[in-house]
């Protein structure tokens, strides 16, 4: 089972629809979980990271489920700029320094 | 702030050369790392530097080497360059046990 994994999509989203993304995974003793976010050709950039209770940040909200090793990223009122790869990242089993990364999710927000 | 600059941001090699990539912070953090991203794989770690003066493997670390040469720069050398290394390369830096900030990325085509 890999680390950290990710449906990788595509999703493709009218305007203004709401679209979640979870990603699972495997080490349990993972403390530090983040959202980033690659456009086509550049570098990823954090989005969020994720607190326990749950976090928002305007339209973007991010959940972690212990119980079940997955966090989520829900983006409401979508927008044509939010089309972008959405990559997972948890810190690596047995190195908190260490973070593995998921493969990312395409979304795709149409007109 | 500058961040973290990469150095090539293209380069062409045939197999067997060798290169370095040049990755540099100005945000004054401890914790250094190179990754590769291929298609489908997410972003791999090929060394990371908890301080300067150490280095340690990652997941991917075959056919690579690393220098910290102080605490802003963290080098990354291809000595027989092979075409399974043919990537996109990422450095990345971090505080503690925060986020990382990305460079802009090095493309490497070999052929």
């Known amino acids: 089972r890999k680390e950290v994994e990710q449906d990788p999509g595509p999703f493709n989203v009218p305007e203004g629809a709401t679209v979640a993304f979870n990603c699972t995974y495997s080490n349990s003793a993972s403390q530090s979980f983040f959202w980033y976010r690659q456009d086509c050709r550049k570098e990823p950039k954090l989005l969020m990271s994720?607190?326990?209770s749950g976090n928002e940040d305007g339209r973007f909200t991010a959940q972690l489920n212990r119980a079940s090793q997955y966090i989520s990223l829900l983006i409401r009122d979508s927008k044509l700029s939010d089309s972008a790869t959405y990559l997972c990242?948890?810190?690596?089993?047995?190195?908190?320094?260490?973070?593995?990364f998921g493969s990312g999710t395409q979304l795709t927000v149409l007109p | 702030n500058a961040g973290v600059t990469q150095t090539p941001k293209f380069q062409v090699l045939k197999t067997g050369q060798s290169m370095t990539l040049q990755c540099a912070q100005d945000?004054?953090?401890?914790?250094m790392y190179w990754y590769r991203q291929d298609p489908g794989m997410g972003l791999r770690l090929i060394y990371y530097s908890a301080s300067e003066g150490t280095t340690d493997k990652g997941e991917v670390p075959n056919g690579y080497n690393v220098s910290r040469l102080n605490k802003r720069e963290f080098s990354l050398r291809l000595e027989s360059a092979a075409p399974s290394q043919t990537s996109v390369y990422f450095c990345a830096s971090r505080a503690g046990y925060e986020t990382q900030y990305f460079g802009p990325g090095t493309r490497l085509l070999v052929l």
């Open positions: 990242a948890v810190n690596r089993a047995g190195s908190a320094r260490q973070l593995t």
């Open positions: 994720v607190y326990s």
């Open positions: 945000m004054n953090h401890n914790s």
